[in-house]
């Protein structure tokens, strides 16, 4: 076998180098990552950009991964292009990289809003190691910080902020703060936290604008001002795909994939965020883009590049989070908003803060969804009574 080419040293990307190694430790094996240094965990940096942790703490592979691995890496460049008719990939230096087969797994990028203001200094996304450099080094000249967007990535970062000494303004345009992850009731108990923390929430509200001359001043939600030094915009992600405009590669919302996570084109492959899959809950094709997909995506998809017979039968959503010192968890249909004709049944609501709630479909035979906070010892379970009833 010829040389197989990674794009991309997230989630997918490094456990797909894992199950290679694993079959074969001397396959040649090429990554090709935009970022630079070693491996991190996405999922610390908002505790990095507030100065929580080090950079060492961040790291989630040993120093000296890739030298383990075995592999040649390109570092600090990106695929601007895949040409699979000559098995090539440009880099955006103009350097073309040959490839026997292919796994794209180039991740997502943050959505940019539509508004003014966006370039001032002081305004940032979080997604990579160097925004939150950029943001530790911000940090010392602000008081106020305005987070838009009440997911988790807002929440985790708004919650890192508050502990390093900020106030801060929470704005989401849906009526709840995680609202594609917390029933209604739910939503209500980690307000609760976020109030406690002294986080300002805005729900139900939209920014139209950042104000500022020659950096950021505040924000503008419809007629009202929040004065603030610094904007984070968490508003969500889409999946970085953009270089294959060209290539054959069918894409929907995601790179369309089989159940052996190849793509259209033979000889490429794809895992992560940029794929869309079935969704086995909803029986729709969707990006799942969390965590643990990602990792089963690209263990599945490196056994199938490896010649090595393996089936993705699917993903569910699926989020763990520990936010102001409440464990929850959301599994599947976890709102019941997609489950026609559906049911809930809470089992446990407490003053505390322990809420647990199981979804299933009208006749009762499908488990179709799972929400937990406070208390979430039968997460296992649920997880596994979802895969077995949704299966087909």
Not at 202 to 209: D, F, I, L, S, W
Request: proline fraction near 4%; charged fraction near 25%; charge should be positive.
């Amino acid at each position: 076998m010829g040389r197989i080419v990674i794009i991309g040293s997230s989630a997918a990307g490094l456990a797909a180098v894992d199950r290679i190694r694993e079959l074969d430790p001397d396959v040649p094996l090429l990554l090709i990552t935009a970022e630079k240094g070693q491996p991190y965990s996405r999922l610390r940096l908002p505790e990095y950009a507030a100065a929580l942790i080090g950079g060492e703490e961040l790291l989630n592979r040993p120093k000296d991964y890739y030298r383990q691995k075995g592999l040649e890496v390109i570092s600090g460049r990106k695929v601007v292009a895949v040409h699979p008719g000559d098995q090539r990939v440009k880099l955006d230096n103009g350097e073309a990289i040959q490839y026997t087969r292919l796994l794209i797994a180039s991740g997502s990028t943050p959505v940019d809003l539509p508004l003014s203001g966006t370039r001032l200094p002081g305004v940032f996304h979080l997604w990579s190691r160097q925004d939150a450099e950029a943001i530790r080094k911000y940090l010392p000249e602000v008081k106020n910080v305005a987070v838009i967007g009440a997911g988790l990535i807002g929440l985790k970062t708004a919650e890192a902020l508050v502990r390093h000494g900020v106030n801060i303004y929470l704005v989401e345009r849906e009526k709840q703060v995680l609202p594609s992850q917390l029933d209604e009731e739910a939503a209500q108990i980690l307000q609760r936290r976020l109030e406690e923390a002294g986080i300002i929430t805005y729900c139900g509200r939209r920014v139209t604008a950042i104000a500022g001359t020659k950096s950021v001043e505040g924000i503008i939600m419809e007629d009202e001002f929040l004065p603030c030094q610094m904007v984070l915009l968490t508003a969500g992600v889409r999946p970085n795909i953009s270089f294959l405009e060209g290539t054959g590669i069918k894409i929907k919302k995601g790179i369309v994939v089989d159940r052996h996570m190849a793509t259209s084109v033979a000889g490429i492959w794809a895992a992560g965020d940029v794929v869309e899959s079935i969704d086995i809950v909803r029986r729709v094709n969707d990006v799942n883009a969390v965590w643990y997909n990602a990792v089963r995506q690209g263990r599945i998809a490196a056994e199938n590049i490896m010649d090595v017979p393996s089936i993705y039968y699917g993903s569910i959503s699926m989020n763990s989070f520990h936010l102001f010192g409440l464990n929850g968890v959301a599994l599947g249909d976890s709102t019941g908003r997609y489950t026609a004709a559906g049911k809930s049944h809470i089992y446990m609501k407490t003053d505390d803060g322990i809420y647990e709630k199981a979804v299933f479909t009208s006749e009762g035979k499908r488990m179709t969804g799972y929400l937990a906070l406070g208390k979430i010892d039968k997460a296992g379970y649920a997880y596994y009574r979802i895969l077995r009833d949704n299966r087909d």
